[in-house]
């Protein structure tokens, strides 16, 4: 496909496009291989199907810094089904410096890892969990985690 071609492209919005689960797995690939600063898909219909393989294919791609995945259901088990590969994909090599999850249901187990990776990354400066309704205490988690100082997160948004 055209995406394969076009490794020069730094920044790729491919959000509201419908991607679905198929259609992030026919770019994995290619991700692997671009240069990309940022990328967005959000409103993709992205399930806890399409979710480990993007992040396994982002985890090797060592130069995105912003991933934005807003607005997909990503299912309460996506984060929970990568964890150590999430937590690899944000933390070893990595320079990914934003993650939006905006209206991503990732329920309490999801936030548990996303709780338990944000111990580890020293890049992630921004995370955006606005509309995330968990249910338990996985935010009560996040926000223990955002208080030590030794934890590179700099911009929180919860609304």
Not at 5 to 16: A, D, Q, Y
Not at 85 to 93: A, D, E, L, Q, V
Request: aromatic share 4%; with cysteine; hydrophobic share 35%.
């Amino acid at each position: 496909g055209f995406i394969a071609k076009c490794t020069s492209i730094t920044h790729l919005n491919l959000g509201g496009n419908g991607l679905g689960d198929q259609g992030v797995a026919w770019m994995c690939e290619p991700l692997r291989k671009m240069k990309l600063l940022s990328l967005e898909l959000w409103s993709n219909k992205v399930t806890s199907d399409g979710f480990p393989p993007l992040m396994r294919a982002l985890s090797t791609n060592s130069t995105i810094e912003s991933l934005d995945i807003s607005d997909n259901p990503l299912g309460s088990n996506a984060l929970a089904t990568l964890g150590p590969s999430f937590r690899r994909g944000i933390t070893h090599g990595s320079r990914l410096k934003k993650i939006n999850f905006s209206r991503c249901p990732l329920e309490q187990n999801g936030m548990e890892v996303l709780a338990q990776s944000l111990q580890h990354t020293t890049t992630l400066s921004e995370l955006v969990l606005d509309y995330v309704h968990e249910g338990g205490d996985g935010m009560k988690d996040i926000l223990k985690i955002c208080s030590r100082p030794s934890i590179s997160l700099r911009i929180l948004s919860v609304k």
